[in-house]
Nanobody
Framework: QVQLVESGGGLVQGGASLRLSCAAS????????MGWFRQTPGKEREFVAG????????DYADSVKGRFTISTDNAKNTVYLQMRSLKAEDTAVYFC????????????????WGQGTQVTVSS
């Protein structure tokens, strides 16, 4: 089992920055590919960004390229999502994910989910 705990969500104004953190623990968590997804009411969970634990091969959804940066800190067993130039359409619950296939763009390849953290961007 892998446990994922997100933190860092909140309410910000448009144009602001926010950093989400995902602390991982459990057996062999560093064998998984890590990612962030987001979901709004009535919509399917969508891919935001993914990365290998080594920090290699960061991958992004087109909607966040150039604004969001995913990274890892192996010493802290933590994955980060730095979000800049936030827009109202970035408002969602953000979920940390651990999966088995790169790029981790499809929820069917996610094995473990965090509980989610709310990000609200006011316009």
């Amino acid at each position: 089992q892998v446990q994922l705990v997100e933190s860092g969500g909140g309410l910000v104004q448009g144009g602001a920055s926010l950093r989400l953190s995902c602390a991982a623990s459990g057996d062999t968590f560093n064998r998984y590919i890590m990612g962030w997804f987001r979901q709004t009411p009535g919509k399917e969970r969508e891919f935001v960004a993914g990365i290998m634990w080594s920090g290699d091969l960061p991958d992004y959804a087109d909607s966040v390229k150039g604004r969001f940066t995913i990274s890892t800190d192996n010493a802290k067993n933590t994955v980060y999502l730095q979000m800049r130039s936030l827009k109202a359409e970035d408002t969602a619950v953000y979920f940390c994910a651990a999966g088995s296939r790169w790029p981790l763009q499809d929820t069917q390849f996610v094995h473990f989910w965090g509980q989610g953290t709310q990000v609200t961007v006011s316009s």
